[in-house]
């Protein structure tokens, strides 16, 4: 144990030199073996954190990158708010879009990994993810957005603050530019409008929104984001007209005037060419009117409209459906009706198959029927065939063949043949009194320290020691059915075809351990 941590140290120290180095060649190579000792050992490579930091400034492009992948193994809950804000200042100054977009989608990639294991602050990250949305020229649009929709869902303490930031984004004029729609950026106001008009009762003030929400530039948007703004901007509607009804006296004027409002603003929508936004407005503007003509006869339809809207929606597992248990008496592999008869149109004189080209099927087949079997070949010519590929296999430089001339009696070793026991040399256990000697590193000083440890130590992970006493986030776990069997196993039938594809590519890649392990003697 000593021994390896010797050699991982001295392995460290080596291609600490490499990176260092001013060739980048060397650089390179360096980063790319220190990426492999990241994978087994994080913990002897998050020293070097600065180094790997110090390599973004590098004008070798393939060296960037190369240090962006390590350092996603290289944060914990410590330093992850350092390393985002050194890759923040990257991207500002970053030049190349391709470069910009590695690093934005490594700043997500590190933050919501596993589960937002490493982050502690989630309104610290809705900050970055805001701060995200300024950068030109992107196309992360839908990672950003899909970030935000799923921190606002499942994150319950912080929607205060991240209704108050969409409400923003929603308002901003600047997002509604046609340079930046291009640039696809424009995809998080997607977000921006669902969350505003979801979580609504967080809105200090809902009118601006709504009013933002139909204003007349919001045509020039994506169709997928107007519809989303046509549907929420129903939401923030009931809102107000459900606070304007429970007032003393209710503001029967003002819910008249702001339904007046929102349908002199919806036929921009049903002029749409897209079917979705000229639907959603539609059926919007006849909800409006059935409201309108009821309000005017002093009936009440607020309380009913606003309960379309009242409850929230929560995370659902992705493997949901495949859990929900089947129910008491319910036989799925019965007949719902009866069975069809065994006789097909093929059997019946006459019946001809009205989806086949005939004269298509002969050019093809050769032959007007698909029960033709293939000629079997005889005994001669299967021998034949075979000598032939024979043959091709001999010829052939990239086939493996077979050594014939090990069988034979001659006791002298022949090239390209295998050698006996008796030819090789006798393997002798090399007694050899040597020590690694590493400045900084003592094998005494870490015997000790190793005997010292308890088994519950070795077995403690890395993130219960970065907590550092920090509040534990509550995230909403996701939604099952009622009855559903929790378990992180999928659980599949047997006869599933597709269960074939479920392969663990790590555990086939991981080379195996040898049977004996030899462990050198340290004095």
């Not at 790997?52 to 190369?66: H, P």
């Not at 009804?245 to 349908?263: C, F, M, S």
Request: aromatic share 6%; with cysteine.
């Amino acid at each position: 144990m000593v021994v390896t941590q010797c050699v991982k140290q001295l392995c460290v120290q080596k291609l600490k030199i490499l990176i260092e180095d001013n060739d980048q060649n060397l650089k390179y190579l360096g980063l790319l073996a220190m990426g492999n000792i990241l994978k087994t050992h994080p913990k002897s490579v998050q020293p070097l954190k600065d180094l790997v930091l110090s390599c973004l400034d590098d004008k070798d492009e393939s060296i960037r990158f190369r240090a962006l992948d390590l350092l996603y193994g290289m944060i914990n809950k410590k330093n992850l708010m350092e390393i985002v804000k050194k890759l923040m200042t990257h991207i500002e100054k970053a030049e190349g879009s391709q470069y910009r977009d590695e690093l934005l989608s490594k700043i997500i990639e590190v933050c919501s990994h596993d589960n937002y294991k490493h982050i502690t602050n989630f309104e610290w990250y809705i900050s970055i993810l805001v701060e995200l949305t300024k950068m030109e020229g992107t196309r992360h649009g839908k990672l950003i957005a899909s970030q935000m929709l799923d921190v606002a869902v499942r994150v319950r303490s912080i929607r205060q603050f991240v209704v108050t930031q969409m409400a923003l984004l929603v308002e901003n004029v600047n997002l509604l530019s046609g340079a930046i729609q291009r640039n696809g950026i424009s995809e998080v106001l997607y977000a921006a409008g669902w969350i505003a008009g979801e979580f609504n009762s967080y809105l200090k003030n809902p009118k601006n929104t709504l009013m933002a929400m139909l204003r007349d530039r919001v045509v020039e948007l994506p169709s997928v984001i107007q519809a989303v703004y046509i549907q929420n901007a129903l939401k923030l509607y009931s809102r107000l007209v459900l606070d304007m009804r429970e007032e003393e006296p209710a503001d029967t004027e003002g819910i008249k005037d702001l339904t007046r409002t929102v349908l002199d603003r919806l036929p921009q929508f049903t002029n749409s060419p897209d079917m979705e936004v000229q639907e959603r407005a539609c059926v919007a503007t006849q909800i409006l009117k059935y409201i309108e003509k009821y309000v005017d006869k002093d009936e009440e339809i607020v309380g009913d409209f606003s309960a379309l809207f009242g409850e929230d929606l929560n995370p659902v597992a992705p493997r949901a459906q495949r859990k929900v248990p089947v129910p008491e008496g319910l036989d799925l592999d019965e007949w719902i009706n009866d069975p069809p008869s065994s006789s097909d149109e093929e059997d019946v004189p006459g019946a001809t198959n009205k989806f086949v080209d005939e004269k298509l099927l002969k050019d093809t087949h050769g032959a007007g029927t698909f029960t033709e079997k293939p000629r079997e070949l005889s005994a001669e010519e299967v021998s034949k065939a075979r000598e032939e590929r024979e043959k091709y296999v001999s010829s052939n430089m990239y086939y493996l063949k077979s050594n014939t001339s090990s069988k034979s009696s001659s006791p002298k070793h022949k090239p390209g043949s295998r050698p006996s026991e008796g030819d090789l040399p006798p393997v002798v256990k090399a007694d050899i009194d040597l020590q690694l000697e590493i400045p900084g590193f003592s094998i005494e000083s870490s015997e000790k320290k190793s005997k010292k440890k308890k088994k519950g130590k070795r077995a403690m992970s890395e993130d219960s020691e970065d907590d550092g006493g920090r509040p534990v986030v509550d995230i909403v776990a996701e939604e099952l059915p009622e009855g559903a069997v929790l378990s992180d196993v999928d659980e599949r039938d047997s006869n599933d075809p597709h269960r074939l594809l479920d392969i663990d590519l790590e555990t086939i890649s991981k080379p195996r351990s040898p049977e004996k392990k030899v462990e050198p003697v340290v004095k």
